[in-house]
């Protein structure tokens, strides 16, 4: 057999040619030597070595009965014997001419030694062969990293030049830890990139690779290369929220600076530290939120978004908004009956107040009352001639302002007329008469037999 199929059968000569543990024959130091034995000599090629085996080749002799099988010595750095081979192992068979030691360490000097042995006797020694392992693989040659990628790192590299590398070992550490971790193993001598993703935002990470080939032989790591994450865009340190604006809010912010901006995220919540809704995704700088209510109140964020979708922290600035409150209620000044009328005023508490609305309660009968309503008065006093004798009447007072914005009731007045109404009625100053305008009424019936609870008049 040549030589040079030696490496693709180390393995299978190992497992035939060494004996099982307890029946294998080992020297024994009385046994004679017999110097017609043959001597082991290697064949002329007759060693290779690798990073972790080391295997030899030698004559055959078979030729000769007596030999039963051969003895192998070796020695090992750091044995307490250093200048004496060592018993090590044992070829019960003369027909074998290879041998495969897996036990060394790269980069490592070992001796080794044969002899022949016979069944009551042992050959002279071969000579001691002083055989070096092969250093550990070297990595690839060349890697390179792509840093400000969003929350993720790209490594590239230049595909190893040994056939027999099977795969590639990508390791990673932060720049707190001390040992790198494996993150992945890349099948494929031609592999020459790997993308790590799920990282955090704006943090240094180191990484390094090594190779593996196709017997499980581990190489040293690669020159180490350094990745910083793309950071988050920054966060909005000026945003503005309106107060007076009838039935919505209008909410504003200063312009980001960030080169690759993409759009706002606004976000609203109904309290301060509560959970925060996106209600819009934005391309300018403000935006009107419509709110059903009066004196609405919410609070607001905003955060910049960019182009690879990395969003900024929202939570440094937060704004609180509201709708256009209602003006205030009007306060009773008077209630007074005078022939035939009843005659009602009032003061008013809100610059804002554009009108008044004076509401009347009355019960027709005991399973029925009526409530009306008399909008549009301009003044701050109204005379109501619709009345009825031994009735009793309650009125309150809301005020309007120009937005059709009603503010709360004012406190009620309640008046109840003589049991027979006088036919005159009294004076009433000329100007209130040329001032206020025809007010307008509503009018509405509820047969219940309990006054009737306030009305919601913010949707008039």
């Keep these: 057999m040549k030589f040079l199929h030696l490496s693709t059968l180390l393995t299978a000569s190992l497992l035939i040619l060494n004996g099982c543990n307890g ?37 055959s002799i078979k030729n000769d009965p007596r030999v039963a099988g051969v003895y192998i010595y070796k020695r090992t750095p750091g044995d307490e014997n250093q200048h004496q081979l060592q018993y090590y192992d044992t070829i019960a068979n003369r027909y074998a001419t290879h041998y495969v030691d897996n036990n060394v360490e790269p980069n490592t000097q070992y001796s080794y030694a044969f002899k022949v042995y016979s069944k009551d006797a042992e050959a ?54 001390k040992e790198f971790e494996q993150i992945a193993q890349l099948d494929g001598r031609l592999h020459a990139e790997y993308i790590d993703e799920d990282l955090d935002n704006d943090k240094v990470y180191e990484y390094r690779i090594k190779v593996k080939t196709y017997d499980g032989i581990v190489s040293t790591p690669s020159k180490v290369v350094k990745v910083i994450t793309k950071p988050l865009p920054k966060s909005l340190t000026h945003v503005y929220a309106t107060k007076n604006l009838p039935k919505k809010i209008k909410i ?38 419509k709110v059903d209510s009066d004196g609405a109140e919410y609070f607001y964020r905003v955060s910049v978004v960019d182009k690879d979708g990395l969003e900024s922290d929202n939570t440094q600035t937060t ?82 302002d120009a937005n059709n914005i009603v503010s709360k009731p004012s406190e009620e007045a309640v008046i109840t007329t003589p049991e027979s109404l006088n036919v005159e009625v009294a004076p009433v100053s000329q100007t209130q008469e040329k001032v206020a305008p025809q007010p307008q009424v509503q009018q509405e019936t509820h047969e219940v037999v309990q006054p009737v609870d306030p009305i919601d008049l913010n949707e008039i």
């Design 23 to 59: 029946t294998t024959p080992k020297p024994d130091k009385a046994v004679k030597l017999d110097t017609t034995l043959p001597i082991i000599h290697l064949t002329k090629r007759g060693v290779i070595t690798d990073m972790h085996s080391v295997a030899f080749e030698w004559e």
């Design 124 to 177: 002279k020694q071969s000579k001691s062969f002083k055989i070096k392992t092969l250093p550990v693989l070297d990595s690839v040659a060349w890697i390179h990293s792509f840093s400000g990628m969003p929350q993720s790192a790209k490594i590239i590299w230049r595909p190893h030049i040994n056939p027999r590398v099977a795969s590639y070992i990508v390791e990673r550490r932060e720049l707190d830890d």
């Design 252 to 289: 504003s912010w200063e312009d980001t600076t960030q080169k690759d901006f993409y759009r706002y995220y606004l976000y609203r919540s109904d309290t301060a530290d509560g959970s925060y809704e996106l209600i819009a995704k934005l391309f300018n700088n403000h935006f009107i939120d």
């Design 319 to 400: 704004t609180m908004g509201m709708s256009l409150v209602p003006p205030k209620a009007p306060t009773f000044l008077e209630v007074n009956y005078s022939k035939n009328a009843v005659i009602i005023g009032w003061k008013n508490n809100d610059p804002r107040a554009h009108s008044y609305i004076v509401e009347k309660r009355y019960k027709e009968s005991w399973l029925s009352e009526k409530i009306r309503k008399y909008t549009n008065i301009r003044t701050q006093t109204y005379i109501d001639r619709d009345i009825r004798p031994d009735t009793t009447y309650t009125y309150r007072v809301y005020s309007v």
